[in-house]
């Protein structure tokens, strides 16, 4: 009706998506699942709103999720987000392509120590990792794709026990593993965190409870916000977007798609998957997600019971 201004209708729910794992192989460090880039772009169209919720760089996302994303064609209605770096780096994804990128310099590992830790890993590691050189605030290595899991894993251990005291020689209270190394005034601000192919040096204010909450204020920006979430991950640390947004008051559901780190006891629900892992148990989920909207199932529960054992 003439001088009547409709208000757009909350999504039924929201996507806050980790990368490695959920979207991207672990392995080849590549989004190769089948359909999963199918699925993500129906449910953009449909009016889902997605947000990548990454300690990886922007440079990975652009070059490995956005650019084939964008090449199979994004919606013109999407509502498509990237955090990066655990919160510290955002921007946002339209069909026209990547938007200006934001970074929280407040939050940067100091220049010294990024040259020390980079260093440390290039002159003694090289073997095994290589250095992330697209971080803005993060000092990241990751282990190169040809070297087994098993060998990678053990020089992690001595990178990560040298990284905590090249931090504490320059002054930097930091911590890893539950093991504190505090500053001279008795303050820990820096955090060494493996993950299964990485190690991340970082402020402890990062996180994916940081991202998630990062992820709240580019959508509410946008359009209005969803009636409930759905997060992805495929380690323990993934679960503080769902504890985050359930601790706002908001209804969330969390996807565990490595669920042999443990599922903890949490007071949202959480869907495991128990006979895949990682992007095929990605794809799985988003093309269970993609049917719910269709109309053809209820809910997304038990979404790779189809897939052989």
Known sequence: ?????????????????DVDGPIASPVTRTVSAPGLLDSLRELLAAGVPVVFNTGRSDHFLRENVVAPL???????????HAVCEKGAVHFSITAGGAGPLHVDTDVAVPPAAVE???????????DTMFVD?????????????EVPSALYLEAQERYDAAAL???????????RRGVRRPDAAGRVRWRVDPTIISTDVESVLLGKDRGAATALRLLAADGPLPRAWRTAGDSRTDYAMADWLHAQGHEVVHVDVRPADG??????????????VHDVAGA??????????????????????HLPG
Do not use: C
């Open 1 to 17: 009706m003439p001088g009547v201004t409709r208000t757009p209708e909350a999504p039924p729910f929201g996507l806050l998506l």
């Open 70 to 80: 964008l090449a199979g064609g994004l919606p013109e209605r999407a509502r498509l």
């Open 116 to 126: 020390a830790l980079e260093g440390l890993a290039r002159r003694d590691f090289a």
């Open 133 to 145: 050189a697209g971080k803005h605030a993060m000092v990241s290595v990751e282990q190169r794709v």
């Open 165 to 175: 005291d090249v931090l504490a020689g320059l002054g930097l209270g930091a911590e």
């Open 263 to 276: 599922v903890p006891a949490t007071p949202y629900p959480v869907l495991a998957s128990w006979r895949s």
């Open 284 to 305: 799985a989920w988003l093309a269970r997600l993609a049917a719910v909207v269709r109309g053809e199932v209820d809910d997304d529960a038990g979404f790779d019971e």
